[in-house]
């Protein structure tokens, strides 16, 4: 079946502008994590859905990052006003289940990059 | 503070046996998940610990000791194709966080 989709593919933005990033999550999966990566450094966690619910925002940098998800599918991250160091890559997993071996199913990724 | 340390750099040659160490400073957590990721590519799972001792999965073992804090990834029969970054990631963290180390960009030669 597909796997996890994310688009667009890269975004390059003004500094200051809005962006809307979005995943597609494998069907059925309930669980759904938001990760930002720069370059040549680990996955930084910003935020969890488990169906629609987001128990824990803690990992969003700031208040300008804000997600969503309808129901069990599509999750949307948001970045409002745009910084330079908000340039990375965001990269979206799924996973049937949360916790124990939850084997997570990334996505392609969006490459950001704010001038 | 939840952190996870791994080398940076592990430089073997193809047919050896190289192991990548995860030592972590976090509790409460599920199990130590182990992940490799080519250049420009996304995130593959590899395997997953929840219980100390070794698992393994054909080429690849990952073993977990949560009273010393640590655990590895063992490579057998390296192949140039496993030329990556390999990242260890505890889960479960607060019920629901996964967090990653760095990643170990594991460079292998003829």
């Given amino acids: 079946g597909a796997g996890v989709s994310q688009s667009p593919s890269n975004k390059v933005t003004e500094k200051g502008k809005d962006v809307e990033l979005r995943c597609d999550p494998i069907s059925g999966h309930t669980a759904l994590y938001w990760y930002r990566q720069r370059l040549g450094q680990g996955l930084e966690f910003l935020i969890y859905f488990q169906g629609n619910s987001a128990p824990d925002k803690s990992g969003l940098p700031s208040d300008r990052f804000s997600a969503e998800r309808t129901g069990e599918s599509v999750s949307t991250l948001t970045i409002q006003r745009t910084q330079q160091e908000d340039s990375a890559v965001y990269l979206c997993a799924s996973s049937i289940r949360t916790g124990g071996a939850n084997e997570q199913y990334f996505g392609p990724g969006t490459r950001l990059t704010v001038t | ?110």
């Fill in chain 2, 1 to 110: 503070g939840q952190s996870l340390e791994q080398p940076s750099e592990v430089t073997a040659v193809e047919g050896a046996i190289v192991q990548i160490n995860c030592t972590y400073q976090t509790s409460g957590f599920y199990g130590l998940s182990w992940y490799q990721q080519h250049d420009g590519g996304a995130p593959t799972f590899l395997s997953y610990n929840a219980l100390d001792g070794l698992e393994e999965t054909g080429r690849f073992s990952s073993f977990l000791s949560r009273s010393d804090s640590y655990g590895y990834l063992l490579l057998q029969e390296l192949q140039m194709k496993d030329s990556a970054s390999y990242f260890c990631a505890v889960s479960g963290v607060g019920g629901f966080k996964t967090i990653f180390g760095a990643g170990t960009r594991l460079f292998v030669k003829a």
